[in-house]
């Protein structure tokens, strides 16, 4: 099979197949038989070259993000090799066409939205570094970006079928949600280290749906555990909004939320 697909890819047989599906199915296995054996860049070069009309061509590229993911976490010493994966799995997304449930495979679906997501974590990465930059702006204005981007995300995802996604379900919508909640957290850690005289309000504001999520949650059971899959960020996002009340005199909330924080743990009680 790698003999035929290099055949099929020689310059001189795409004379005759540069269109036909067989050009795009031996990138696709040169690509897989690249990635076994760790070369990611012969991989993700093959699969950038496969043509759209490709039965999952989502899939595919949606390959590359994870590929590419692998081989930047490899290289944390060298930011300009990571950059040149982070970019490739970017152009990925890009290239990938809006999702079609009646010819795309339930697996491309998942795809679809996993590799979005990939990049949303890289949006909030760029976040981050702004504000460790002392970049206040350019940190809300990704912040903002990220929220719109998973906005605009969820809303394509809710418009799908039942029958469309199945079994990874739960953990897009997991994700999704996390991802808004990091836009919200980055925002009030701006707003909380800025001087303006409204810096706490515009924390407040900036914290209120998980603060409200998880009040609700813990006037349920009184006194119990608030057990959540997110409660790292969630308890980043209440911590902030309790040093805001405290700051604004507001003791009565303050201690509300701050029962709720201390409830706060994972799903498995070692957490």
């Keep these: 099979m790698h003999s035929l697909a290099e055949f099929v890819l020689a310059p001189e047989s795409q004379r005759t197949w540069g269109g036909e599906a067989v050009t795009s199915l031996a990138h696709y296995h040169l690509a897989m038989s690249d990635n076994r054996e760790n070369k990611p860049k012969e991989a993700i070069d093959h699969l950038a070259k496969i043509s759209p009309d490709f039965p999952d061509y989502n899939y595919a590229q949606g390959q590359i993000v994870f590929i590419a993911e692998a081989a930047r976490e490899k290289l944390a010493d060298n930011k300009k090799e990571q950059k040149t994966y982070t970019d490739a799995a970017k152009a990925a997304v890009k290239r990938m066409r809006k999702v079609n449930p009646d010819t795309d495979s339930p697996s491309a679906v998942a795809m679809y939205f996993y590799a979005k997501l990939e990049i949303s974590k890289h949006l909030y990465a760029d976040a981050r570094a702004e504000l460790n930059a002392g970049e206040p702006l350019k940190t809300v204005k990704l912040c903002n970006e990220l929220r719109e981007y998973i906005r605009d995300l969820h ?60 009040l609700d949650q813990g006037a349920k059971k009184p006194a119990e555990p ?20 405290v700051q604004k005199g507001d003791i009565a909330r303050g201690k509300s939320i701050l029962d709720v924080l201390q409830r706060l743990s994972g799903e498995k009680e070692d957490e």
């Design 226 to 245: 608030i057990r959540m899959k997110d409660y790292q960020v969630t308890g980043e996002l209440l911590g902030l909004a309790l040093r805001a009340n």
């Design 155 to 214: 809303k394509e995802f809710d418009a799908l079928p039942g029958k469309a996604i199945t079994r990874n379900r739960e953990q897009l919508e997991f994700t999704m949600r996390v991802m808004s909640k990091y836009a919200d957290l980055g925002i009030a850690e701006v707003r909380f280290r800025s001087d303006a005289k409204n810096r706490f309000d515009q924390v407040l504001d900036a914290t209120k749906d998980v603060v409200k999520e998880v």
